[in-house]
């Protein structure tokens, strides 16, 4: 949740007469963290390639290198080479730093619940405001101690890790990041650990554990995770369909555009937002070409051209599967006929700002017709935006969603906290005056 002040550099995007280009976004955030983390704790090495240089994931790095990792780069740009500690890391001189990053400090404790030493882990105002008892929880109960500001629920963490135990337990909610959390300290804990959840959340974590000799077996929602020493293994990752999202947007609701994102993950746990693009009525707009299988993940290169677009009604087992999309699908509403209707995604909340209150609150300084709900939003489709000022909130996905909505809005939109959009995407401000020049 945002603690970011309202006066980071800005940009101006005016309304874009066409789109079009080819590019491809950063390798997915997800599968980097994974990557990293995995295979640090792994036997023998490994080289990733395609992993993202956002700063989430350079956070993760740092942390890993802290404990004695040995990441570096090697040959082409977004390529390392990973030497694995095993499971057995070294205890950080310093306090480690996750900067922006959930995902680092909530993957990271899991690791850091078997180490035999004491550490700290914080982030930055934003980050220290998320809710950690939900994996400080799970993670004393396997064994480990932990202590954090407001009776633990708060970074920084100091983690005092060792031993730990397997446990059955019933996640509060499809977090992706408190199962990862919990299946990384069960590989090394004694006896199997059961994992409930409540709806299906991104499964990178198990198909890499997999990928790795580990052994994680799924139940229909039910995880069970044998305690394995992993094997590296060279992972090459796909582009981010979180990224992607935003073209994909941009192109449909605009009136001349035609734009090729060359390489997208396609894990069916994260297309929540074509599928919703194509109940809206993308049709033809949004097609998959050359669809194949990577890695382990599909992969496709995503077609793009304009769409009437229609509301929806989005809730349920949905919402874990366009999660991180939500600002920028709020932003195709508006420009879609009728009303769409967002609920059960209280989750939005706790991200890195409130992003149902960020989200109306900058859509409605455009002229949108937007109310929030305690665990949603409803859109009044208009088909139209105004130019004006806007903020990030400190968020990436904020900064970037106005971006897109300042290109198919009338007059200029200014967006306060533009470079909030490295933390995911270091290359979007490039690439988004690729897709208006390139169109000219
Ligand atoms: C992530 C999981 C999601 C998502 C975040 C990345 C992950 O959060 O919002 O950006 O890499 O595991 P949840 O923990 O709420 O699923």
């Known amino acids: 949740m945002s603690t970011a002040p309202p006066s980071s550099p800005s940009r101006s995007v005016g309304r874009a007469a066409s789109l079009g280009g080819v590019l491809s976004v950063p390798g997915d955030k997800s599968i980097s963290h994974r990557s990293l983390i995995l295979n640090a704790i792994a036997q023998g090495d490994a080289l990733v390639q395609g992993l993202s240089g956002g700063e989430d994931v350079i956070s993760t790095m740092y942390c890993l290198q802290a404990m004695g990792v040995d990441i570096h780069p090697e040959g082409t740009e977004g390529s390392y080479r ?234 349920g087992d949905m919402i874990p599967r366009i999660l991180d ?21 209280a989750e939005l909340r706790v991200k890195e700002s409130d992003r149902i209150a960020t989200t109306v609150a900058e859509l409605t300084r455009l002229g949108a017709n937007i109310e929030a709900r305690e665990d949603g939003m409803v859109i009044h489709g208009t088909g139209r935006l105004t130019g004006a000022d806007c903020e990030s909130h400190g968020d990436h996905r904020l900064a970037m969603s106005m971006a897109v909505a300042g290109l198919l809005a009338g007059g200029e939109t200014t967006v306060h906290g533009a470079p909030d959009a490295s933390v995911s995407y270091p290359e979007f401000w490039r690439d988004l005056d690729l897709l208006t020049q390139d169109a000219r």
């Open 82 to 315: 990973i030497k694995g500690s095993g499971p057995q890391l070294v205890e950080p001189a310093d306090i480690l730093d996750a900067g922006n990053s959930g995902t680092s400090m909530r993957l990271l404790s899991g690791i850091l619940a078997s180490q035999p030493f004491v550490s700290v882990i914080t982030g930055d105002g934003s980050l220290r405001s998320r809710p950690m008892q939900r994996i400080v929880l799970p993670l004393k109960q396997m064994g480990a101690q932990i202590m954090g500001r407001q009776s633990d629920s708060l970074a920084p963490l100091t983690v005092r890790g060792g031993e730990l135990q397997g446990i059955e337990y019933d996640l509060p909610m499809a977090s992706a990041q408190v199962k990862s959390a919990i299946i990384l300290a069960a590989l090394s804990a004694r006896g199997d650990t059961v994992i409930h959840q409540p709806a299906l959340s991104r499964d990178h974590t198990e198909r890499m554990v997999s990928a790795m000799g580990g052994n994680v077996e799924e139940d229909g929602l039910d995880l069970t995770v044998h305690p394995t020493q992993l094997n590296a293994v060279d992972i090459t990752v796909p582009g981010d369909i979180s990224s992607a999202a935003f073209w994909i947007v941009a192109g449909l609701c605009q009136r001349d555009a035609r734009i090729l994102v060359s390489g997208v993950g396609m894990n069916p746990s994260r297309t929540g937002i074509v599928d919703v693009l194509q109940e809206m009525g993308a049709g033809d707009g949004l097609k998959l070409v050359d669809e194949r299988t990577e890695g382990g993940e599909p992969v496709a290169d995503l077609q793009i051209s304009p769409a009437e677009l229609h509301g929806v009604e989005i809730g």
């Open 325 to 345: 999309e939500v600002p920028i699908l709020a932003v195709a509403a508006c420009f879609a006929s009728g009303d769409t209707v967002i609920r059960d995604a």
